[in-house]
């Protein structure tokens, strides 16, 4: 059975930091590349970050490079992202998915499974 939970969205003044979590089937978590992508009201799903599972090499796009950080708990089977100095752009829902084959990708197409989704609120 596959498994992917997110956990650990919220609301937060901008300028603050949250730290998201998914966890995920062993199977899947050993095998699979992990990825965060977030989707805003009226908006595409955007790709945000993610890590190899073949040697750890991570991805983000430019918006958030330098404030989130995306690393993986093989003991736990979990991704995280870390999220610093939020703005209230990075409002949105975000979503943790895999991507069978270990490399890091940014295309939405070439992840397989998808978690639900957390809520990510940055007030003003």
């Known amino acids: 059975q596959v498994r992917l939970e997110e956990s650990g969205g919220g609301l937060v003044q901008a300028g603050g930091s949250l730290r998201i979590s998914c966890a995920a089937s062993?199977?899947?978590?050993?095998?699979?590349?992990m990825g965060w992508f977030r989707q805003a009201p009226g908006k595409e799903r955007e790709f945000v970050a993610a890590?190899?599972?073949?040697?750890?090499?991570?991805y983000y796009v430019d918006s958030v490079k330098g404030r989130f950080t995306i690393y993986r708990d093989n003991a736990k089977n979990t991704v995280y992202l870390q999220m610093n100095s939020l703005k209230p752009e990075d409002t949105a829902v975000y979503l943790c998915?895999?991507?069978?084959?270990?490399?890091?990708?940014?295309?939405?197409?070439?992840?397989?499974?998808w978690g639900q989704g957390t809520q990510v609120t940055v007030s003003s």
């Open positions: 998915a895999a991507a069978p084959g270990g490399a890091v990708t940014t295309m939405v197409y070439d992840y397989q499974y």
């Open positions: 062993r199977r899947i978590f050993s095998t699979y590349a």
């Open positions: 890590i190899s599972r073949i040697d750890g090499k991570t």
